[in-house]
């Protein structure tokens, strides 16, 4: 290891106490998408008591930021995010139980997202001053990525413009740094309005705007068959009428619709619109389309990929005490075995089969998955079409967790979510520095970058006079 990465390792791992403690104090905070305004607060005041020039409050979201330290190029972005779930509040035991009920929890791991960037970002400053690197840091503070997709916004009004290279760490079950892409998503709200009136004495006289939600979906389903394999379509009826005796004058439906490239998505996107506008013409009732927002897949890049695999590897990935192996044998008990083996198998990970019987990912494989799309949609994805960008998992789970379950938000606030958060850092500050440090890496993966969106462009997908709903948890159904 060079000497600049053994001192951002070991300045990390002198101050990780304080790490894990603002992630466990973000853990229970457990803030919504937008919302998350003492986490981000937290994480800002850090950076600004270490010398950081913070802008808060950008792109019209109170809770994102932009903390920069250093100057001239290269400018080097490290992602965090710091936003929790509805309904998935979960005490830090090994069998289900809300921690209060009803609670959001951050059963994506995002306390530890948020904190492994910002400490990754403190011990870049600290070697860079100690060791005459020369550059930019730059820390984007970023909001809801579960619902409200804060990066669009960023990257939408240019605080993603200027960048060389963009790091961002996620939780997740395994130790990698994949070359997948996702999908590009629109998300809208299907609303019909119709006329109230009697349902048993005069049906004659009312339009029921829930037969147009049904109707909808109908259309919709029937569509399936028509759409390539990879799109996603899911709905959630949110408003269907008040009870049984009244026609429903006002009903609505949110949908997701998802593909591996826009040009795809939208023309799935605009099928659907127009099934809208026909059961609106069925049931002669009134449509009013509401665009939520959309995401772009992502651009993996090998190049990045690959460096943060070979320091995962130099690092070493955690080794864990007697107790936090008791715990996660524990958690391991509430999984199914064939769901542990199907996520594996998902996983594609070359020799998966040979995970079945681990508890806990200490591997760090060389970069998988190239050419290859997972159905999820993040963010990440948007700021991937700006500068080469890698998004990277630590094992923070054991092997098998699912996705936004309480066993992730259990084993984001213990022992195993710690050392995840603090081998991540120490990844994430190495990795930065490769790219400080050594030109024709950042400049090979500039290249990689430019070959992969040859011939395509990014447009927002998010029209200019578009504001970020902040006004979303208050909104009365
Ligand atoms: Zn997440």
């Known amino acids: 290891m060079?000497?600049?990465?053994s001192y951002s390792s070991s300045w990390i791992e002198e101050n990780k106490e304080r790490f894990?403690?603002?992630?466990?104090?973000?853990?229970?905070?457990?803030?919504?998408?937008?919302?998350?305004?003492?986490?981000?607060?937290?994480?800002?005041?850090?950076?600004?008591?270490?010398?950081?020039?913070?802008?808060l409050g950008v792109a019209g979201m109170p809770t994102a930021f932009v903390a920069t330290w250093g100057k001239g190029r290269p400018v080097i972005g490290i992602m965090g995010e710091y936003d929790a779930l509805p309904g998935l509040s979960q005490k830090k035991t090994s069998a289900k139980a809300p921690l209060v009920s009803g609670k959001p929890g951050h059963a994506c791991g995002h306390n530890i997202h948020g904190t492994s960037g910002m400490a990754a970002t403190l011990a870049l400053k600290k070697t860079m001053e100690k060791c005459g690197v020369e550059g930019t840091i730059r820390f984007f503070g970023c909001p809801a990525e579960e619902n409200f997709s804060g990066k669009v916004f960023m990257v939408r009004d240019g605080y993603f413009n200027d960048l060389d290279a963009a790091i961002s760490h996620h939780p997740g079950s395994m130790n990698a740094a994949t070359l997948k892409s996702t999908l590009a998503v629109n998300s809208a709200k299907f609303h019909f309005y119709g006329r109230a009136a009697h349902a048993g004495g005069s049906p004659d006289q009312g339009r029921s705007a829930l037969d147009a939600v049904e109707l909808m979906n109908v259309g919709v389903n029937f569509l399936r068959e028509h759409v390539i394999q990879d799109a996603r379509i899911h709905y959630t009826i949110e408003k269907g009428g008040e009870q049984p005796n009244i026609v429903p004058s006002y009903a609505r439906s949110w949908y997701y619709v998802r593909a591996p490239e826009r040009d795809q998505l939208q023309f799935i996107y605009d099928w659907v619109v127009d099934i809208a506008k026909g059961a609106a013409m069925m049931t002669r009732t009134e449509l009013k389309h509401e665009f939520m927002g959309g995401l772009y897949n992502v651009i993996p890049n090998r190049t990045i990929s690959e460096l943060i695999a070979g320091n995962m590897r130099v690092i070493g990935t955690p080794e864990y005490s007697d107790e936090e192996l008791k715990f996660a044998k524990e958690i391991a008990k509430s999984i199914p075995t064939d769901?542990?083996?199907?996520?594996?198998?998902?996983?594609?990970?070359?020799?998966?089969?040979?995970?079945?019987?681990?508890?806990?990912?200490?591997?760090?494989?060389?970069?998988?998955?190239?050419?290859?799309?997972?159905h999820g949609s993040t963010d990440v994805g948007d700021v991937s079409w700006q500068t080469p960008t890698v998004e990277f998992s630590t094992a923070t789970c054991v092997l098998g967790t699912p996705g936004h379950s309480w066993q992730f938000v259990a084993q984001s606030g213990v022992g195993l979510g710690h050392k995840s958060l603090i081998f991540a850092a120490k990844v994430m500050a190495a990795t930065a520095i490769d790219l400080f440090l050594n030109e024709n890496l950042l400049d090979k993966a500039k290249r990689e970058y430019k070959k992969r969106v040859e011939g395509k462009e990014y447009t927002s997908p998010i029209p200019p006079e578009t504001k970020p709903p902040l006004d979303i948890w208050n909104r009365s159904a």
Do not use: C, H, Y
Not at 2 to 5: F, L, Q, W
Not at 24 to 53: H, P, Q, V, Y
Not at 347 to 371: F, H, N, V, Y
């Open 2 to 5: 060079s000497s600049e990465k």
């Open 20 to 55: 894990i403690k603002i992630s466990d104090r973000i853990w229970e905070l457990a803030e919504l998408g937008l919302i998350e305004l003492k986490s981000s607060k937290l994480l800002a005041d850090e950076l600004r008591e270490n010398g950081f020039t913070v802008e």
């Open 339 to 374: 769901m542990k083996i199907e996520q594996l198998r998902k996983s594609t990970r070359p020799g998966w089969e040979k995970l079945i019987d681990k508890l806990i990912d200490d591997e760090a494989p060389d970069p998988w998955r190239e050419g290859e799309v997972s």
